[in-house]
Structures are given as structure tokens and as C-alpha cells.
């Protein structure tokens, strides 16, 4: 997969395979013993819109706890969204109900961050490729074992385990399993979480190279969600940036690396260390101040205020208008900095 940088490129002026338009996922608070009531909400995502370009990679990318996975499940509706639509290609998946839901699931896959906890440790490797297939009533038993020889294939494993088990394979080995597995239904999305926090350093690039290489072949989209920057700089065309349920920035991957307009986005990049000793001891790192402030109460105006260290009188008393500060490029801060 090729990064294009151009500013003419961003997905806006693509046609969209994946649309999420001000989405919303706030979970109850319910206090009582005998008559639960709800006294508030977790804000977890909190009216978020992008847009992925068929064949291309969004990069979500925020600390622990700014409401990235769940952003990724509502799309999926693992999660139902509060408010807000996501539409892939032509349908609208936040209006479908049941068997339709259940029929339009195979053009959206999965790719968890736990690649053992995501599989079932009573199947064997067949039986677990051939699971979403059967759920979806594809293809005769000598079909889909076929298939999943080919996708076995596909990820870089041998035909020779499909009688083996999830616990006799390491954790690179079972991740290319739960990418076959989301590969199985030759699905349009796969949302990829955290696909490669859990493995080691020298197995991660293994993985990240697989995840281009099937994208070239089967055509696939992705949303990477992850708080690596440098995973999400390796796969992305597009990186979005998240803070407290709401993005904050928005650019092609190259731009945002080289020129970020948030402070967040700033204070991220600038705790990744350099390669170069002389650029490192040189480099201007920026510490936030305070923890993460809680979902369920965020501040008022600009959510990010109490901890940015750039924060005026405006910040707390509006929140920032998400904005196009250069061609491709929107932030949603009330400064140009």
C-alpha cells in the first residue's frame, strides 16, 4: 500500500465505502438497589463523522479510554450507537434490523487485539475458519475447507494446521489466524483493533507488511484502530486523532506526522522517541498536565483545556468549531498553532 499525500487524495473527494456521520455511543449511569434510575451518562464517543475511501486505511489513533474501540464496534454495531448513522457503501447499517443486520454482517469484519481471547480454544483451526461461514450458509464442508486452505495461504500459514488448536501456536501465529478468520467471508471493512499491541516488536512488522500485502490482494479497507503511532504511521492513508470521544484532528498520514495542528496531537508525537541521538536530545517534549479527565463529566468548551498547555479564557468557555485548517487537514482547536 502506497501513502499519497496529496491533499487531493483525502477521502473527502473519494467515494466513500464507509461514512460515519456524528455518531454517539453514551452508556447509562443506573444507580438504586430495588428502582434502578439513570443519573448520567459515559460520553464514550461523543458525535464523531469521518469517511474511508474504498481500499484504503483510516488510522484511529488516542490514548487508553478517548472511546477508540467503541467507535470501532458502533461502526460493526458490536455496539449500538446512541445517535448518528454509519453507512458502508449503499446501506445505512445503523437502520438495519435482525436477519438483515445478520445477512449484512459478512461485508464487515473483525480483527481483535487479543488474538487468543477472539478464539474459541475447543475448535480446532478448520473449524474455526469455517465458523462464519456456516453462520452465513456459504458453501458445501468441502467448500469451505477449501477456502480455508486458500485463506490459510493468504496469511502466511501452512495447510498442514488446520487440525491443530489456538493454544499450540504463538501469539504472531494466532493473529494471523484471526485475520484469516476475518478474511473468510471476503468481507468489503475490516476494523483491525490494537492488531498488533499484543505481539512482540520483531513480529509486529510481520504483521503490519501481511496486513498491506492482503489489502493489495483481496481489496479490503481498514479501520486501524490503535495507540501506537508508529503502527498507525505504517498503515494509514488517513489518521484521525481522538480525545475524549470526540476527534480532534484529521489529516493524510504523512501531513499529520510532519505538521500537527493540535496540541494533543502534538503532545503525542512529541513522546516518540527519535532514532537520531543528536534529534533527540535536541527534541522539545511536551507533558501533559493532570490525568484524562472522566467521560461521564468532561469539561466544558474545549475538552482537552485541562491539560493543554496552551489553554486561554476561550477554551473553557466554547467549544472548538471542527474546522479545515489547510486543504485535507481539519482540527478542531481555536488556534492556530
Known amino acids: 500500500m502506497s501513502v499519497d499525500t496529496t491533499a487531493e487524495t483525502a477521502a473527502e473527494t473519494e467515494t466513500a465505502l464507509l461514512t460515519v456521520d456524528d455518531v454517539k455511543v453514551h452508556f447509562p449511569i443506573r444507580r438504586g438497589v430495588v428502582v434502578e434510575r439513570t443519573v448520567g451518562h459515559v460520553r464514550a464517543v461523543d458525535g464523531v463523522s469521518l469517511r474511508i475511501g474504498a481500499g484504503r486505511t483510516y488510522g484511529l489513533v488516542g490514548e487508553s479510554g478517548c472511546g477508540k474501540t467503541t467507535l470501532g464496534r458502533a461502526v460493526l454495531r458490536i455496539e449500538e450507537p446512541t445517535a448518528g448513522t454509519v453507512t458502508l457503501g449503499d446501506t445505512e447499517v445503523t437502520g438495519l434490523r435482525s436477519d438483515r443486520l445478520r445477512r449484512f454482517r459478512s461485508k464487515m469484519q473483525m480483527v481483535f487485539q487479543d488474538p487468543l481471547g477472539s478464539l474459541n480454544p475447543r475448535h480446532n483451526v478448520e473449524m474455526l475458519l469455517a465458523e462464519p461461514l456456516k453462520v452465513h450458509g456459504v458453501g458445501s464442508r468441502a467448500e469451505r475447507r477449501s477456502l480455508a486452505r486458500e ?108 505538521n500537527p495542528r493540535h496540541p494533543y496531537t502534538k503532545a503525542l508525537l512529541s513522546a516518540v522517541p527519535h532514532p537520531d541521538p543528536e534529534v533527540e536530545a535536541d527534541r522539545e517534549r511536551i507533558i501533559l498536565r493532570g490525568d484524562l479527565p472522566s467521560p461521564a463529566n468532561p469539561p466544558s468548551g474545549c475538552r482537552f483545556r485541562t491539560r493543554c498547555p496552551w489553554a486561554q479564557d476561550i477554551c473553557a468557555e466554547e467549544e472548538p468549531v471542527w474546522r479545515e485548517a489547510a486543504s485535507g487537514h481539519k482540527v478542531a482547536c481555536h488556534f492556530d498553532l
Do not use: W
Open 151 to 258: 485463506t490459510l495461504e493468504a496469511v502466511g500459514l501452512p495447510v498442514s494446521v488446520l487440525e491443530r488448536y489456538p493454544h499450540e501456536f504463538s501469539g504472531g501465529q494466532r493473529q494471523r489466524l484471526g485475520i484469516a478468520r476475518a478474511l473468510m467471508l471476503r468481507p468489503d471493512l475490516i476494523v483491525c483493533d490494537e492488531p498488533v499491541s499484543a505481539l512482540d516488536v520483531s513480529i509486529q512488522a510481520q504483521v503490519m507488511n501481511l496486513l498491506d500485502e492482503l489489502q493489495d490482494e483481496f481489496g479490503l479497507t481498514y479501520l486501524v484502530i490503535a495507540h501506537d503511532l508508529a503502527v498507525v504511521r505504517h498503515l494509514s492513508d488517513q489518521v484521525g486523532v481522538m480525545y475524549l470521544g470526540k476527534l480532534v484532528e484529521e489529516a493524510d498520514s504523512e501531513t499529520i506526522y510532519e
